[in-house]
């Protein structure tokens, strides 16, 4: 079965510094990736997604990036955090054959 | 291009009371529709989904929804609920526009609250 793990669960960052999130799935090959942010009382917001090794599409501009070095390893990554990075930030797979996603546990960011 | 809306951000009911979560939809192709529960500091987690087969679907925990064509609806049901129901509520529709990317285009979520 397929599973999909996201670290760390918490982070507190202080402004300026640099973020590195990561998520990985195991038992699937050449999944979708998804990668989602929840600002507080707010929906969903997809940030990027890719459909293969080093393809990525950006849904909203942003001091955000992603990255796919393997084929099932998605990382977000930030240069220098700002408060309104702060939120819950999900990853997601799905088959390419397929449109539903499978949400990782999540990521709680918060900056200072 | 699609999207969807949820009706009332908040719904509150009473355990054993029907609940009815409202989402409609704009396709321009029939869509793939979804239902997720995000339960506090958790990930989504897939109820049911609609992929043009049976109209009416049945999903985990014992709910349902009715795919409705003709008022391009696609409401979540459940005849009766449980405190263990509290949770935030979405519902999905496939991005058809964007072929192979299985992009999902959220509605912006329904809180159930359930009162003992």
């Known amino acids: 079965s397929q599973t999909i793990h996201q670290w760390p669960a918490t982070l507190v960052q202080p402004v300026g510094s640099p973020l590195s999130l990561e998520c990985t799935v195991e038992?699937?090959?050449?999944?979708?990736l998804y990668w989602y942010r929840q600002a507080a009382g707010r929906g969903l917001q997809l940030l990027f997604y890719s459909v293969g090794i080093g393809q990525i599409s950006s849904e909203v501009p942003q001091n955000l990036s992603a990255s796919r070095p393997q084929d099932r390893q998605f990382i977000l990554s930030s240069k220098k955090l700002l408060l309104s990075d702060s939120g819950f930030y999900l990853c997601a797979w799905s088959a390419l054959s397929t449109d539903t996603q499978y949400f990782g546990p999540g990521t709680r960011l918060t900056v200072l | 291009a699609q999207s969807v809306t949820q009706l009332g951000s908040h719904v509150s009911v009473s355990e054993g009371a029907l609940v009815l979560l409202r989402c409609n939809y704009s396709s321009s192709v029939p869509p793939y529709l979804f239902w997720y529960v995000q339960y506090p500091n958790q990930g989504l987690q897939l109820l049911l989904k609609?992929?043009?087969?049976?109209?009416l679907v049945k999903g985990i925990n014992g709910f349902e929804a009715e795919f409705k064509k003709s008022e391009t609806s696609f409401h979540l049901t459940k005849p009766s609920a449980h405190m263990s129901d509290a949770a935030e509520y979405f519902c999905a529709v496939s991005d058809n526009g964007s072929s192979n990317t299985g992009k999902l285009i959220f509605g912006q979520g329904t809180t159930l609250q359930v009162k003992p």
């Open positions: 038992g699937t090959s050449n999944p979708n």
């Open positions: 609609y992929t043009s087969a049976a109209t």
